[in-house]
């Protein structure tokens, strides 16, 4: 059996790695990665862009994962070109905008029909449609493809959203677009009685994934576990079994692709606590358990990826790298991204 674990926000960032991982009891994870061989690379550097390769999911201008979505969540893709244009609050601090996510804020199934219906109405002759399949996943259909890459809203939550922004040559527009949008939605009585309420207003779109339906080639993949939706979608459409996250590796007997993400959100808006909790969490019922696997022979490999600041880094041990007992080093040294 192999498993490819798949750990968005492993490494932190490195002023934090020592204070975060030096006094912290980790010692199945600190083994894994000291005896694995490590990699990197650049050109699959997030989650969104590494399942799509390992599911057979061809690039376009962008890895085409609002249609993919938007399938699962009951629409119908046909022949357009669609973005995900998911809602966000854009909080300023000092002369830059930090996105905060849905994953932040709640939003009812409502309220999203009332922000599509003024976008709708406000953009009817650009002929743009956003349709709100989801309280925290809507979908912007486009007359054409516009000329630009995006930045998924993962990579973007918590961030300065500047270096993110579409890019391309119709990327300035798109620029002025997200402008526009704010100052619509600023305005909206849905927005005034969210504030009432204390609820983050929802000040803008992230607009990513764009694409139009893929046809998906065979994946070798035999099945993932994932809790994350898109994920799950992603699976769906190529064909390959999948199911939520067990709540320990000792529930996975097939070769399998997992996504871990319980890291996810701390190392987002630096919860420093949160992350060390996770990562014990982790330790203690995936880490343990498939180091223990590797070691008796009931896992032939393991690999984990992580990946950020446009890098996936990669650990793959068999049970002979179990015993190269001088590689001994510790959990933050291990954690580092490589130079950019």
């Known amino acids: 059996m192999n498993l490819t674990l798949f ?11 020592l204070p975060l991982l030096g006094d912290l009891p980790v010692p199945a994870l600190t083994t894994l990665l000291a005896r694995a061989g490590r990699s990197q690379t650049r050109t699959v550097a997030n989650l969104e ?13 962008d890895w085409p994962i609002a249609p993919i979505t938007l399938l699962a969540d009951g629409g119908v893709p046909a022949e357009h070109y669609w973005l995900r244009a998911d809602p966000v609050h854009l909080r300023a601090t000092r002369d830059q905008l930090m996105l905060v996510d849905s994953g932040a804020f709640t939003v009812s199934q409502n309220e ?78 849905v927005n005034e009685l969210r504030e009432t309420r204390g609820e983050l207003p929802i000040n803008g779109l992230w607009c990513w994934g764009g694409g139009i339906m893929p046809v998906v080639k065979p994946a070798t993949v035999e099945r993932l576990w994932a809790n994350d939706r898109d994920a799950r979608a992603l699976a769906a459409a190529a064909g390959i079994s999948h199911a939520d996250l067990p709540a320990s590796a000792d529930a996975i007997r097939l070769s399998s692709l997992v996504i871990l993400d319980a890291l996810t959100g701390a190392a987002q808006y630096g919860d420093y606590q949160g992350w060390r909790e996770a990562l014990l969490q982790l330790e203690e019922h ?16 393991l690999q984990i990826t992580t990946f950020d600041q446009g890098h996936a880094v990669h650990w793959q041990a068999g049970r002979s790298d179990l015993y190269k007992l001088w590689r001994r080093d510790s959990a933050a040294q291990s954690l580092t991204f490589p130079a950019l």
């Open 112 to 189: 999203a029909e009332q922000f599509a219906h003024a976008f709708n109405q406000h953009f009817q002759s650009d002929g743009y449609l956003l349709s709100p399949l989801h309280p925290k996943r809507w979908y912007l259909r486009l007359n054409r493809p516009p000329l630009m890459t995006t930045s998924s809203v993962n990579a973007v939550a918590g961030k300065h959203i500047e270096p993110y922004l579409p890019q391309g040559s119709d990327g300035l527009a798109w620029h002025r677009f997200y402008n526009e949008i704010q100052m619509l939605f600023f305005s909206l009585p």
């Open 7 to 17: 750990i968005p926000g492993l490494i932190p960032v490195a002023e934090m790695s």
């Open 286 to 301: 995936w880490f343990a358990p498939l180091l223990a696997r590797l070691k008796s022979g009931k896992l032939s490999t």
């Open 49 to 61: 862009a590494a399942l799509c390769q390992r599911l057979g999911i061809a690039q376009q201008q």
